[in-house]
């Protein structure tokens, strides 16, 4: 969910990232539905969509093409980044995205075993490197990234770790009192209770 309420759908298979309100409508949509593409109006199976603080509008077109491309909160096309390969600003399935307080985005390099942070334009900052092949990201409240089942402060410093599978972890939330949702590709979704 964005900072307005609005539901967002990632269908890969579909190339089309959704915005629908409560009742269920879709109110925008990214790429073209059927069509596959690297274009300013397509995808190649899309993987993830974040939010800046500003409410632009970020999704990992990850399955097939490597980049990160940025919208403005209307939707409007305004750049992207990436391609293929191991370097800096490079991705082998860049999967998942999340923006932190300071619009810094961090991209899961999944089969590059990393996180990259970036500005908000897609300048590179750095690296995370052998965090292993994480499937899901999530910036807490109080500014802390979830990625698969491990914690790490935003200068990439490993502080805490879930127990169990949740390092498979494919989609991650927290709710404000800290609760950690992990759902996990045998459609089942653990949740840890903050003690």
Known sequence: MDSEGGIWLVDATGHVVYKMN???QVIMQLGTKGVSGAGHDTFNLPTDVAFA???DIYVSDGYANERVVKYSPRGEYLLEWGKRGSGPGEFTLPHNLAIDAKGRVYVTDRENQRI??????GKFLKEWAGVGGISALFITQDQKLWAGGALFDLDGNLIGRLPGS?????????????????A????????????
């Open 184 to 195: 996990q590709l045998s459609g089942s979704v653990e949740k840890f209770v903050t003690e």
């Open 53 to 55: 603080p500003n409410g």
């Open 116 to 121: 990259q942070v970036f500005d908000s334009n």
């Open 166 to 182: 949740s390092a498979g972890a494919h989609g991650m939330a927290a709710n404000d009192s800290g609760d950690v949702y992990s």
């Open 22 to 24: 409560q009742q269920g």
